[in-house]
Nanobody
C-alpha cells in the first residue's frame, strides 16, 4: 500500500528554518513526480513545490521561491522540503503528495506535519 509519512514540523519563530522529510513506500518512488502541498488554518489545500521523478526539474509557489527548496533521494525513497526564512503565513499542515500524471492531481498524501511560525 502507498504510504507517505511526513516529519520535521514544529513551532518556530519568523526567520527560522525547518527541514521536512517524507518517507515513501508502496510504489516506485523513483518514477513518480512528487509534490508538497499545505493547508493553512481555515484555508484549502495550496500547492507549494514539486519535483520531477529524477529531480531534474523543480517548481515552487511564488510565495516560497528563494526561501524553500525541494529535493529527493530515490535510493532512500525520501522527499525533503527545506524551508528557510519562515514567515507567519507559512503556518500550515504540510503534506507530502504523490502526483498522478493521468489525473493531473495528487492521488495520495500523508498524514501531514504541522508547521507553526509565530513570535
Amino acid at each position: 500500500q502507498v504510504q507517505l509519512v511526513e516529519s520535521g514540523g514544529g513551532l518556530v519563530q519568523p526567520g527560522d528554518s525547518l527541514r521536512l522529510s517524507c518517507a515513501a513506500s508502496g510504489f516506485t518512488f523513483s518514477s513518480v513526480y512528487m509534490t508538497w502541498v499545505r493547508q493553512a488554518p481555515g484555508k484549502g489545500l495550496e500547492w507549494v513545490s514539486s519535483i520531477y521523478s529524477d529531480g531534474s526539474r523543480i517548481y515552487f509557489q511564488d510565495s516560497v521561491k528563494d526561501r524553500f527548496t525541494i529535493s529527493r533521494d530515490n535510493v532512500k525513497n525520501t522527499l525533503w522540503l527545506q524551508m528557510n526564512s519562515l514567515k507567519s503565513e507559512d503556518t500550515a499542515v504540510y503534506y507530502c503528495a504523490k502526483y498522478h500524471s493521468g489525473w493531473g492531481s495528487v492521488d495520495y498524501w500523508g498524514q501531514g506535519t504541522q508547521v507553526t511560525v509565530s513570535s
